[in-house]
């Protein structure tokens, strides 16, 4: 008796366990330099079943003229799938916006089919060849088992690493494939493992691309379970309410 009791306590305190994990927190690191200066990033982000809170604190310092450009920038996103809204925050300025999503997908929308006309003019195509190499063992890359993917073996140094055996949990996966539409980061990816020859839901741990223009670093520093909301995306209550926030 005593052990069927047992089993179930301990049943019963597992599910309660994992009912207590209600989401996913993510930081993510991102350098880059070039002829008109540099740029780092850090992204901490959240995710659960229905909502989406990202942190980001940006920095660009330009060299010569881009030095007027020069800005650090603190900012953060919030996306609830339940009451269907997009809250933007400037935590340096003290300030927040909010809209419903067809707004917001109205503008955005608006703003892509302009650049996607500028852009097809200078569109050029890419058809250089190449078979990616994968390394025959695994490192460990920031805390992670990884595999070291070479993607190119011309002037150009592009290399990604990606986990050997973790791989993404469903509750970011479908909230990344969710926010696509209302939320792209600067140092964001969009590579598909399948046709590098590595499981479809490994987790991108580590980037790095650099040729004569610059070089480009992508670090995840952390991809792990939590069971409620960090405070560090809590929005102060004492934020003034604007009709627009400027992300960069």
Known sequence: MNTILSTLFLSLLLLSNLIAQTGFITEENTIASFKMGSMESSTYSYFSENSYYSKMDFSFKGKGLARLMSRDI????????????????????????????SEFLAEKNSSEQNQA????????????DFDP??????????????????????????????TAKEEQSDIVKTMKEKISEFENSWGSFNIDFLELGMNENAILVKAVFSDEEGKFEYNLKKYTIVNTMPEMFNMPEDYKKVKKIKMF
């Not at 006309?117 to 250089?128: H, M, T």
């Not at 490192?139 to 190119?152: A, P, Q, V």
């Open 133 to 162: 190499i994968i390394s025959d063992t695994s490192e460990i890359i920031n805390g992670f088992e990884s595999y070291k993917i070479t993607l190119d073996n011309s002037d150009k140094k592009q290399f990604i690493w990606v």
């Open 74 to 101: 603190e900012n953060g996103t919030a996306i609830s799938f339940e009451d269907s809204t997009i809250v933007k925050i400037n935590y340096k300025k003290n300030r927040f916006s909010r809209q419903s999503f």
């Open 117 to 128: 006309e500028n852009e097809s003019e200078n569109e050029e195509s890419d058809n250089d």
